[in-house]
């Protein structure tokens, strides 16, 4: 990994990798990304072909490392909607069912 993170580093000074990506964790992230691939297709038998799925894939991984710092911000707003959202939501049915057994008046 250490290589592709290498080629990242260089991308990044070259302008085609946004600054904001790290480029260990983006190298961490691709041989997953291809063994998740081969485990849909070898190991849980996906009906489909493999090569259009992968350039799908790897489309969206480059255009994660392709993104400004505005996508990136945009990513971890939606994380933290998200998480108050299922806080919200937890709270809610708790709620309910501590309500559910009373009987109203």
């Known amino acids: 990994m250490a290589r592709l993170s290498a ?4 991308a990044k000074s070259e302008d ?3 600054e904001t990506v790290d480029s260990k964790d983006a190298a961490t992230v691709f041989p997953s990304l ?11 038998r996906v009906q489909g072909h493999i090569q259009p799925e992968a350039e ?3 489309a969206f991984y ?3 490392l392709m993104s400004g710092q505005a996508a990136t ?9 998200a998480k108050k959202k299922r806080r919200s939501d937890v709270g809610e049915k708790r709620r309910a069912s ?3 057994g009373k009987v109203p008046h």
């Open 56 to 58: 799908r894939s790897l």
């Open 7 to 10: 080629i990242l580093d260089r």
């Open 73 to 81: 911000d945009r990513a971890w707003a939606t994380i933290e909607t």
């Open 34 to 44: 291809v063994q998740g691939l081969g485990f849909q297709f070898a190991i849980a």
């Open 62 to 64: 480059l255009q994660g």
């Open 98 to 100: 501590a309500t559910a």
């Open 16 to 18: 085609s990798v946004s």
